[in-house]
């Protein structure tokens, strides 16, 4: 079983959607939970970071993260063509180590 | 304008070479890495650099050196020993500890393809 699970996809989407993105994970461990996007051929760029359980929103992204589950969502409102990238979770604890999700590619289209 | 930088973007290389795979930041972090990016497999970790003069071997070490002589820069070598070594190939450095410590920035990313 791997660490942190995540749906590859793809998921498509019509423009205005409200998309919700997943990962699950084994390790009880980890306190720092983000997400990156990644757009073709690029670098990945950090989305949301969130410490712990609980919420965080910045704008149309809100991260979810329910340790007692191990489950963590991105949700993304009134989705925009230019959303349309691979999502990836990552995932840290005790060390500089970050384990990442294998991403979710979304395509949102107008 | 702060951020990491990579290069080539675009690396070939032929049967039996050596090929080096620049990063440099100038966001003053401590911490470095590189990682290999699969389709499929996410970011596998090569090696990692948490100050000058010291770095520890990733998941997937073998057919790859560092080196870590100044903070601003942590070049990669893909050795001949590396069988499969056609990848996007991301480099990332991390702020001081402390909240925020596992945050992670990434470079634009080498694409290494084998001639």
């Known amino acids: 079983q791997k660490e942190v699970e995540q749906d590859p996809g793809p998921l498509s989407v019509p423009e205005g959607a409200i998309v919700s993105l997943n990962c699950t994970y084994s390790n009880s461990a980890f306190q720092y939970f983000m997400w990156y996007r990644q757009y073709s051929r690029k670098g990945p760029e950090l989305l949301m970071y969130?410490?712990?359980?609980g919420n965080k929103e910045d704008g149309r992204f809100t991260a979810q993260v329910d340790k007692s589950s191990k489950y963590i969502s991105l949700f993304i409102r009134d989705s925009q063509p230019s959303d349309s990238a691979t999502y990836l979770c990552a995932m840290g604890g005790a060390t500089n180590k970050l384990i990442f999700g294998t991403g979710t590619l979304l395509a949102v289209q107008p | 304008d702060g951020g990491i930088t990579q290069s080539p973007k675009y690396l070939f290389r032929k049967e039996g070479q050596n090929v080096t795979l620049s990063c440099e930041q100038n966001l003053n972090h401590d911490a470095m890495y590189w990682y290999r990016q699969d389709p499929g497999q996410g970011l596998r970790l090569i090696y990692y650099s948490q100050i000058v003069n010291d770095f520890q071997k990733g998941d997937i070490a073998e057919g790859y050196s560092v080196s870590r002589e100044k903070k601003e820069s942590f070049p990669l070598t893909v050795t001949s020993a590396q069988k499969n070594p056609t990848a996007f190939y991301l480099c990332?450095?991390?702020?001081?500890?402390?909240?925020?410590?596992?945050?992670?920035?990434f470079g634009p990313g080498t694409r290494l393809l084998v001639l």
């Open positions: 990332a450095s991390s702020p001081p500890g402390g909240w925020g410590q596992e945050t992670q920035y």
């Open positions: 969130t410490y712990s359980s």
